[in-house]
């Protein structure tokens, strides 16, 4: 099982029926790829629609009907368009339940760092920032460690932050983390590693649970 | 009732030095016919209030292209390389906002408030010089509302009062920016003699200007 595989499957575990929920763009779009049979979920796009479908066939696409990168979507019934305030409405007034965000990186306070990298990489925040700050859940989902094998998960975060205090979960394709007021909380481990591997992988003080940890089950 | 003019006719209406306000999420739901009589019109050191600066070939992206602003007000210029170019080389004067607090500055500017409390940006870069109070237990930021002289709009369909019906994704930032602007003028698809009053999306009464889109 490939990385994004790994995550997709056990993140998609992480919500119950009737949950409305913001995927980012990305990796967190791989979770609706593993969604289980019996887990019905409402999908909002913040740039203005509820219960959006998969992409039309071609030369069915509506030009006035995408997702927020732009790419064509359809709407399935029950659906609804609205504009931006009110889809910032939703999300800062905490009526979106779950989102699903990447990272480059995360931290043991649940600060979230994943819109810019200072004089490389500014893109902006988009909507990052108001989906943090409002879903109930926040899903910080990421490779443990970077394509050089350092640490994502850290004591403190160096780049700009996204949220203070926002994460509720981490999710990798080494563990599931849970961060709480005490610290980052490990959770739940991949088959094919050990507790001392991941908190070899991870810079952040890992707090190991009196009723131990999982196997995580895809 | 709303005036129908050309899509020239309305970028004429833009001075050197104004502040616009355009509609649309990467180009969905931009006014594209007047974006291009404004890049003809050649226009410059404007003002943008935009969701973003949606691709160098698409709608204000081409405007950026032109290198027709000095200031852009924003929540994302990821799609358009230029913009990160100008930014980077002290070009163009980029503000990013988190695109929930652009919405609200945006309609905050149009119904008369002049500033508001958000807990989005607390401790990021966004919260740079702004006040900072506790409401309920909870941080928030200082916002200011933000309006602009021209807005232009872009709708599935317009009548000849003014009133407008979005379609799809294509309402995002249109609805609000209807009330922010000093003239608002509203792009559309198909003009007809009135809309079902169910029907319409933005009051009439707000809109002064009606372009029917180009080919």
Redesign the interface.
């Given at each position: 099982m490939d990385l994004r595989e790994a995550i997709g499957r056990r993140g998609a575990k992480m919500f119950k029926s009737g949950m409305l929920v913001n995927l980012g763009i990305g990796m967190p779009t791989i979770l609706a790829n593993y969604l289980p049979a019996d887990v019905d979920l409402v999908f909002q796009?913040?740039?203005?629609?509820i219960r959006f479908g998969p992409k039309p066939e071609e030369g069915y696409e509506?030009?006035?009907?995408?997702n927020?990168?732009?790419v064509p979507?359809t709407?399935m019934q029950g659906g609804c368009?609205?504009?931006?305030?009110t889809?910032?409405?939703l999300?800062?007034g905490g009526h979106v339940d779950a989102t699903v965000l990447g990272v480059l990186e995360v931290d043991e306070k649940g600060?979230l760092a994943n819109y810019m990298v200072p004089g490389k990489l500014?893109?902006?925040?988009?909507?990052?920032?108001?989906l943090v700050?409002?879903a109930k859940m926040v899903v910080a989902v990421t490779e443990h460690t970077d394509k050089s094998g350092a640490p994502k998960i850290l004591k403190q975060c160096k780049l700009?932050?996204?949220?203070?205090?926002v994460v509720h979960w981490i999710l990798s394709e080494l563990a599931l983390i849970q961060v709480t007021p005490e610290g980052l909380v490990l959770r739940e481990i991949a088959p094919d590693t050990t507790v001392e591997e991941v908190v070899a992988k991870t810079e952040a003080a890992l707090i190991i649970p009196p009723e131990g940890v999982k196997t995580i089950e895809y | 009732m709303a005036k129908v003019i050309t899509a020239a006719e309305a970028a004429a209406m833009v001075k050197d030095g104004d502040t616009i306000l355009v509609g649309g999420f990467l180009g969905i739901g931009s006014p594209g016919t007047i974006i291009d009589e404004m890049v003809a019109a050649n226009v410059k050191d404007l003002t943008l209030i935009c969701n973003d600066t949606a691709f160098p070939d698409k709608m204000v992206g081409k405007m950026i292209v032109n290198k027709q602003f000095k200031k852009i007000i924003v929540s994302h210029i990821g799609t358009n390389k230029e913009t990160g170019r100008q930014m980077t080389a002290g070009e163009l004067d980029v503000e990013l906002n988190p695109q929930g607090t652009l919405a609200e500055r945006i309609r905050n500017g149009g119904i008369g408030v002049g500033a508001f409390y958000t807990p989005t940006g607390v401790g990021t870069p966004v919260a740079e010089g702004k006040e900072v109070r506790v409401f309920n237990g909870r941080e928030m930021l200082l916002e200011m509302a933000i309006k602009g002289k021209v807005a232009f709009l872009k709708a599935a369909k317009g009548d000849k009062y003014g009133n407008l019906r979005y379609h799809a994704t294509g309402m995002n930032f249109n609805p609000v920016m209807a009330f922010a602007g000093e003239t608002v003028v509203a792009e559309v698809d198909e003009l007809v003699d009135f809309l079902d009053p169910d029907d319409v999306h933005t009051p009439g009464v707000l809109v002064d200007y009606i372009v029917r889109r180009g080919r």
């Amino acid at each position: 099982m490939d990385l994004r595989e790994a995550i997709g499957r056990r993140g998609a575990k992480m919500f119950k029926s009737g949950m409305l929920v913001n995927l980012g763009i990305g990796m967190p779009t791989i979770l609706a790829n593993y969604l289980p049979a019996d887990v019905d979920l409402v999908f909002q796009s913040e740039n203005g629609v509820i219960r959006f479908g998969p992409k039309p066939e071609e030369g069915y696409e509506d030009p006035y009907l995408t997702n927020a990168g732009a790419v064509p979507l359809t709407v399935m019934q029950g659906g609804c368009y609205f504009d931006s305030a009110t889809s910032f409405g939703l999300i800062r007034g905490g009526h979106v339940d779950a989102t699903v965000l990447g990272v480059l990186e995360v931290d043991e306070k649940g600060n979230l760092a994943n819109y810019m990298v200072p004089g490389k990489l500014v893109p902006g925040m988009g909507g990052a920032m108001d989906l943090v700050t409002g879903a109930k859940m926040v899903v910080a989902v990421t490779e443990h460690t970077d394509k050089s094998g350092a640490p994502k998960i850290l004591k403190q975060c160096k780049l700009p932050l996204t949220g203070k205090q926002v994460v509720h979960w981490i999710l990798s394709e080494l563990a599931l983390i849970q961060v709480t007021p005490e610290g980052l909380v490990l959770r739940e481990i991949a088959p094919d590693t050990t507790v001392e591997e991941v908190v070899a992988k991870t810079e952040a003080a890992l707090i190991i649970p009196p009723e131990g940890v999982k196997t995580i089950e895809y | 009732m709303a005036k129908v003019i050309t899509a020239a006719e309305a970028a004429a209406m833009v001075k050197d030095g104004d502040t616009i306000l355009v509609g649309g999420f990467l180009g969905i739901g931009s006014p594209g016919t007047i974006i291009d009589e404004m890049v003809a019109a050649n226009v410059k050191d404007l003002t943008l209030i935009c969701n973003d600066t949606a691709f160098p070939d698409k709608m204000v992206g081409k405007m950026i292209v032109n290198k027709q602003f000095k200031k852009i007000i924003v929540s994302h210029i990821g799609t358009n390389k230029e913009t990160g170019r100008q930014m980077t080389a002290g070009e163009l004067d980029v503000e990013l906002n988190p695109q929930g607090t652009l919405a609200e500055r945006i309609r905050n500017g149009g119904i008369g408030v002049g500033a508001f409390y958000t807990p989005t940006g607390v401790g990021t870069p966004v919260a740079e010089g702004k006040e900072v109070r506790v409401f309920n237990g909870r941080e928030m930021l200082l916002e200011m509302a933000i309006k602009g002289k021209v807005a232009f709009l872009k709708a599935a369909k317009g009548d000849k009062y003014g009133n407008l019906r979005y379609h799809a994704t294509g309402m995002n930032f249109n609805p609000v920016m209807a009330f922010a602007g000093e003239t608002v003028v509203a792009e559309v698809d198909e003009l007809v003699d009135f809309l079902d009053p169910d029907d319409v999306h933005t009051p009439g009464v707000l809109v002064d200007y009606i372009v029917r889109r180009g080919r």
